[in-house]
């Protein structure tokens, strides 16, 4: 069983920064994918970024070019610059390890 903890959600100004951090803790194996997912209000849960242990990345549309996604061991990072108001939702971290497991998500809001 892999919980997933995530860190760093806050509130920024339009065009502001954060640096979200996930840990994955209850197995000593390497993850093989981890990435982030994200669920604005009245919306379906979305792909965000994710990272394989192989370096394979798939980055959403919207963010790419202003989000980065980076991995150390089985911890997740997702750096998001130029942040806009539509970037508001909670992030949630994933992985998938025998099946898919979700952390609690942390809150991002982007307002002026």
């Known amino acids: 069983q892999v919980q997933l903890e995530e860190s760093g959600g806050g509130l920024v100004q339009p065009g502001g920064s954060l640096r979200l951090s996930c840990a994955a803790s209850?197995?000593?194996?390497?993850?093989?994918?981890m990435g982030w997912y994200r669920q604005a209000p009245g919306k379906e849960r979305e792909l965000v970024a994710t990272l394989t242990s192989g370096g394979i990345t798939n980055i959403a549309d919207s963010v790419k070019g202003r989000f980065t996604i980076s991995r150390e061991k089985n911890m997740v990072y997702l750096q998001m610059n130029s942040l806009k108001v539509e970037d508001t939702a909670v992030y949630y971290c994933?992985?998938?390890?025998?099946?898919?497991?979700w952390g609690q998500g942390t809150l991002v809001t982007v307002s002026s």
């Open positions: 994933h992985c998938l390890y025998g099946r898919a497991f």
């Open positions: 209850g197995t000593n194996l390497r993850i093989n994918v």
